[in-house]
T-cell receptor
Framework: EAGVAQSPRYKIIEKRQSVAFWCNPI?????LYWYQQILGQGPKLLIQ????????DSQLPKDRFSAERLKGVDSTLKIQPAKLEDSAVYLC??????????????FGPGTRLTVL | LAKTTQPISMDSYEGQEVNITCSHNNIATNDYITWYQQFPSQGPRFIIQGYKTKVTNEVASLFIPADRKSSTLSLPRVSLSDTAVYYCLVGYGQNFVFGPGTRLSVLP
């Protein structure tokens, strides 16, 4: 079974530029998550989709971050404009069912973003 | 306010049993505790999950007391390859939160 795919693996940009990350979840997984992981910290949930609808985006900085999951499959997370504090690893995960604490989440390798 | 705490780091030697505790005072009644392992440059990987008492699988055990305000991940006979960061994930009703992580270093 193929795992969660993410691209790119690394990205370096200057502040105020824009950047986009792509995620392809495990086939058949209804729920998709985007996390931000700052160095030395646990992952922080940014947004959770169930199929193509948003379940939770309460921690997404909506003035600069946006995400979409068209057709309920792959997803894109965008930052525009980037700030220095956005430097982090952006993790995508998926789970088979409803996105509760009981669901096993399968994570991709992440995209490491450096904002200069 | 939901708060999950873990020790920042632990050291152990090969062959020893390691116990890592996570504190979660405000866990929701119906929510589970899940533990993940993360190696450098990789995403977290599921280890074990439980609701109460004790759960055991082929790699770890999870102990959850009756009040469910904490949980303990137990790794039997660790090896060098168990060097990683270990996170608890706790449900707080509509939300779930990763702990800050415990960096385990296994020494030869």
């Amino acid at each position: 079974e193929a795992g969660v795919a993410q691209s790119p693996r690394y990205k370096i940009i200057e502040k105020r530029q824009s950047v986009a990350f792509w995620c392809n979840p495990i086939s058949g997984h209804a729920t998709l998550y985007w996390y931000q992981q700052i160095l030395g910290q646990g992952p922080k949930l940014l947004i959770q989709f169930q199929n193509n609808g948003v379940v939770d985006d309460s921690q997404l900085p909506k003035d600069r971050f946006s995400a979409e999951r068209l057709k309920g499959v792959d997803s894109t997370l965008k930052i525009q404009p980037a700030k220095l504090e956005d430097s982090a690893v952006y993790l995508c995960a998926s789970s088979f069912v409803a996105g509760t604490s009981t669901d096993t989440q399968y994570f991709g390798p992440g995209t490491r973003l450096t904002v200069l | 306010l939901a708060k999950t705490t873990q020790p920042i780091s632990m050291d152990s030697y090969e062959g020893q049993e390691v116990n890592i505790t996570c504190s979660h005072n405000n866990i929701a009644t119906n929510d589970y505790i899940t533990w993940y392992q993360q190696f450098p440059s990789q995403g977290p990987r599921f280890i074990i999950q439980g609701y109460k008492t004790k759960v055991t699988n082929e790699v770890a055990s999870l102990f959850i007391p009756a009040d469910r305000k904490s949980s303990t991940l137990s790794l039997p006979r660790v090896s060098l390859s168990d060097t990683a960061v270990y996170y608890c994930l706790v449900g707080y009703g509509q939300n779930f939160v990763f702990g800050p992580g415990t960096r385990l270093s296994v020494l030869p």
